[in-house]
T-cell receptor
Framework: GESVGLHLPTLSVQEGDNSIINCAYS??????FIWYKQESGKGPQFIID?????DKRQGQRVTVLLNKTVKHLSLQIAATQPGDSAVYFC??????????FGAGTTVTVRA | DSGVTQTPKHLITATGQRVTLRCSPR?????VYWYQQSLDQGLQFLIQ???????AKGNILERFSAQQFPDLHSELNLSSLELGDSALYFC???????????FGNGTRLTVT
């Protein structure tokens, strides 16, 4: 079956540096992509989304890049802070409304 | 706070039993989604309802069922529970098509 996956299960980053979290997807029919952040004991929290007719979208300290040619999605976090430590998931929505999640990347911010 | 409320927060029960998990979506959201999160499997889509009707189905076991009521709250029923059903169960809601899902804080189910 087709699924969303992340390149790396863990990422360690120095506080103040920029973080890049990558995600590969395989369903070329997916038209909507979302990044979520999940902290311990909480549900996934929406960070930023992007539609398939765009290739870049910026939020507050975050940028999502979509490369449909290679089916790649990335989340960039500027000036990473301790509060950014969490598990990050990418998710893709297919035309049948199903939102599928990747396995997640655990980001640890070093002081 | 996402606006999605799930109860109970924790549930401990024995194998073979049946439980009901409840979800109240964000005000105005018509879609409700259920996901299961196990320790080693990430978030697995179970089922989606839109305004009371089933819209999409994922890898939901036959022992599991769900429904969405006229007031838009939803319940996930898990029966003949097995040890492997121990997991976090998340509910999410969304508004119009193409809008992000907003998740509750989950129900942690432990089957002993």
């Amino acid at each position: 079956g087709e699924s969303v996956g992340l390149h790396l299960p863990t990422l360690s980053v120095q506080e103040g540096d920029n973080s890049i979290i990558n995600c590969a997807y395989s369903n070329s029919a997916s038209d909507y992509f979302i990044w979520y952040k999940q902290e311990s004991g909480k549900g996934p929290q929406f960070i930023i989304d992007i539609r398939s007719n765009m290739d870049k979208r910026q939020g507050q300290r975050v940028t999502v890049l979509l490369n449909k040619t290679v089916k790649h999605l990335s989340l960039q976090i500027a000036a990473t802070q301790p509060g950014d430590s969490a598990v990050y998931f990418c998710a893709e929505k297919d035309p049948d409304y199903k939102l599928s999640f990747g396995a997640g990347t655990t980001v640890t911010v070093r002081a | 706070d996402s606006g999605v409320t799930q109860t109970p927060k924790h549930l401990i029960t024995a194998t073979g039993q049946r439980v009901t998990l409840r979800c109240s979506p964000r005000s105005g959201d018509l879609s409700v989604y259920w996901y299961q999160q196990s320790l080693d499997q990430g978030l697995q889509f179970l089922i989606q309802y839109y305004n009371g009707e089933e819209r999409a189905k994922g890898n939901i076991l036959e022992r599991f069922s769900a429904q969405q009521f006229p007031d838009l709250h939803s319940e996930l029923n898990l029966s003949s529970l097995e040890l492997g059903d121990s997991a976090l169960y998340f509910c999410a809601s969304s508004g119009e098509a193409g809008s992000p899902l907003h998740f509750g804080n989950g129900t942690r189910l432990t089957v002993t």
